[in-house]
């Protein structure tokens, strides 16, 4: 069973960066679209970036284009969200998730199937 863990959160100043990872175990990753997720306080939980399994093709909300950066290396079974510029209102938990046949910010959350991890936890404050 495919196992996630995401680290590489913590506290930030604006316009800083941090690089997120998502290490999988259990299973290999190279089979699976993942998305990145985040959750602040108060607010529903929204779609940051995802990648196919293959890597080829990735997407990005609006709020973190040109900001963000998506990328995995499969033969490290890890997908990692490079962030840069970042603002307050990046602060929240972010999730990764796993989907073998799902893709996108409404397609995995909506697979029973999928894998989450626990979360890690981004603030961005002065």
């Known amino acids: 069973q495919l196992q996630l863990v995401e680290s590489g959160g913590g506290l930030v100043q604006p316009g800083g960066s941090l690089r997120l990872s998502c290490v999988a175990s259990g299973s290999a990753l190279d089979s699976y679209n993942i998305g990145w997720f985040r959750q602040a306080p108060g607010k529903e939980r929204e779609g940051v970036s995802c990648i196919t399994s293959t890597g080829f093709s990735t997407m990005y909300a609006d709020s973190v284009k040109g900001r963000f950066t998506i990328s995995r290396d499969n033969a490290k079974n890890t997908v990692y969200l490079q962030m840069n510029s970042l603002k307050p209102e990046d602060t929240a938990v972010y999730y990764c998730?796993?989907?073998?046949?799902?893709?996108?910010?409404?397609?995995?959350?909506?697979?029973?199937?999928?894998?989450w991890g626990k979360g890690t936890l981004v603030t961005v404050s002065s």
């Open positions: 998730a796993a989907s073998r046949n799902y893709y996108g910010f409404r397609s995995i959350p909506s697979d029973a199937l999928a894998y």
